[in-house]
Nanobody, 117 residues
């Protein structure tokens, strides 16, 4: 059973930074495509950033240049470095892992990020 546990959320002032972590309990972490999604109150869940097994990344236009996704396969962990945070980045952030072998799609429990002065 795949489990994803996010950490690193919290309250930060506009312009500040946070780093989210996602620890995965999987056998072969390196093959998974990993993603960070977010869902603001009353809004739909949207893909913020993703990274493939070979390290290719993609980003939501509104976070390009401010956020960076990375992975450490030796630690079974994905990261989302968030800089220059804005109030509109406030949301619950979810880690996602996709297994290309069987089409498995797994979610973490989410971590709250609040950007406010």
């Amino acid at each position: 059973q795949v489990q994803l546990v996010e950490s690193g959320g919290g309250l930060v002032q506009p312009g500040g930074s946070l780093r989210l972590s996602c620890a995965a309990s999987v056998r072969i972490f390196s093959i998974y495509t990993l993603g960070w999604y977010r869902q603001a109150p009353g809004g739909q869940r949207e893909l913020v950033a993703s990274i493939t097994s070979v390290g290719s990344t993609s980003y939501l236009d509104s976070v390009k240049g401010r956020f960076a996704i990375s992975r450490d396969n030796s630690k079974n962990t994905a990261y989302l470095q968030m800089n220059s945070l804005k109030p509109e980045d406030t949301a619950v952030y979810y880690c996602n892992a996709k297994d290309p072998r069987i089409g498995g799609n797994y979610w973490g429990q989410g971590t709250q990020v609040t950007v406010s002065s």
